[in-house]
């Protein structure tokens, strides 16, 4: 059985920063994805930036020069920096991991980033 375990969260002043971490244990295939999703109170799910094992990734255009995602593949861990944070930013955070070919797909239980004043 995969499991995720995301630290991090926290609330934050605007323009601040946070580093979001998900460590992923159990059987990984190397081939997989993994990255962070985000859920405002009433509004979807929504992704963030996801990343490859082989490196490639995609963002948000509402995050694109602000948040850097990063991982350790060895760790079977991601990373979400986050800087110049904005109040619109506020939300649960979610970490995914995707595998191939088998598109078996794990979720973490979420940490809350609140950015206010």
């Known amino acids: 059985q995969v499991q995720l375990v995301e630290s991090g969260g926290g609330l934050v002043q605007p323009g601040g920063s946070l580093r979001l971490s998900c460590a992923a244990s159990?059987?990984?295939?190397?081939?997989?994805?993994m990255g962070w999703y985000r859920q405002a109170p009433g509004k979807m799910r929504e992704l963030v930036a996801t990343?490859?094992?082989?490196?490639?990734?995609n963002y948000a255009g509402s995050v694109k020069g602000r948040f850097t995602i990063s991982r350790d593949n060895a760790k079977n861990t991601v990373f979400l920096q986050m800087n110049s944070l904005k109040p619109e930013d506020t939300a649960v955070y979610y970490c995914?991991?995707?595998?191939?070919?088998?598109?078996?797909?794990?979720w973490g239980q979420g940490t809350q980033v609140t950015v206010s004043s």
């Open positions: 159990g059987s990984i295939f190397s081939l997989n994805v």
């Open positions: 995914k991991l995707y595998m191939m070919p088998s598109a078996q797909e794990y």
């Open positions: 990343m490859t094992n082989g490196g490639n990734t």
